[in-house]
């Protein structure tokens, strides 16, 4: 059975853990190798355990705790090869270099049980990706970061069991928040961040093609609430006739600890 916990999730760090069996997938390494290990724990995963780290894209709220936790764990760490050698260019510890196995958007990999595919996404970052991982009949997709929804997004979103859906902030709070200009045109822009009413066209479309699982996550600490994010999905989603408290399951990851455990697969429930 494959499972999926938000260990973190949000502007200040973001990371979740994929497992099937024995194999055991770190998505993102955001926070710090202490409160990574401190979430595998409440799991039952000790971070030696780790098959691999997957990694979206090179900014630090989804690499912050990389370094500290290769001492730990010395699992391989896949990533595109522009994110790989933008995090060596800030960072210069041979030691993740070594453990870096490159991809280009698009690839597969085979990780024990789980097969891991990334897909391109739009953001201003080096080589950014989502990455969908199946097994056990069952498969999750993770969808943040990116600035609008691309046919490879949809192709990659379309009948998973479980969406990680990008809701970061409302554009209204975004144009009046004390950010400087640039900044609000980065959010907004094209390789920014989804907003709430893009990140409901995604969770809609996900679940009209079979989608029965969706994560809100990536929300703003500034430009967002947990309920704001929630009542524009579910209100997008009672238009087309499903009821997110009665037909699927619709819930908010939490910012800064392990969120609820989802199964999936052949005998899908939410633990």
Known sequence: MLTFTTLASGSLGNAGLVSCGDTHILLDAGISAKRITAGLAELGVKPHQLSAVLLTHEHSDHVSGLRVLTKKAGAPIYATRPTCREWYRKNRC???????????????????????????????????VGWSIAGEG???????????????VRRAAAGCDLLVCETNHDVDWVKSSPYPYYLKQRILGDYGHLSNEAGAELAAFAVESGTRAVILAHLSQTNNTPVRAYDTVALRLLAMGCNPERDISLSVAPAGSPGQTFALGREAAVC
């Open 94 to 128: 041979d030691q993740v270099r070594d453990l870096f196995q490159p991809i280009k958007a698009g690839d597969g990999v085979q990780i024990g049980a789980l097969w891991a595919e990334s897909f391109p996404t739009p953001h201003d970052a080096a080589g950014s």
């Open 138 to 152: 069952g498969r999750m997709v993770l969808c943040t970061d990116l600035g609008y929804v691309t046919e490879p």
